[in-house]
């Protein structure tokens, strides 16, 4: 009977690997559709905000206030075109951790 245990715990071993490296590559597919769609919304919301005054804030920690977003990128252009004190001003999307209005809207919650 013990050398047939034996036997038996590799296979055994093989399948629970295999299940586990399954289950890895299904999570790692719902992670990346669950990032893939947050983008899309984080890019529609972006798009909202073209033509009004924002207040930027950048990954390292600098402010960009009371600028103009001309435009939040199109055609799989990852960057921000603003508009400060009369110039043009582009920031790659990836840099920027929060946009959000310098005024409140009659129509924002």
Known sequence: MALSDERSQPAARAKELGDRAASSREKAKADLEQDARSARASAQALKLLEGRQVNV????????DDCNLVSSGR???DTL????DGE???VARSDVIEVSTTVDTPWAA
């Not at 804030?57 to 960009?64: F, K, N, Q």
């Open 75 to 77: 055609n799989r252009l």
């Open 88 to 90: 043009d001003v582009f």
């Open 81 to 84: 075109w603003l508009f400060i």
């Open 57 to 64: 804030t950048l990954r390292d920690g600098t402010r960009i």
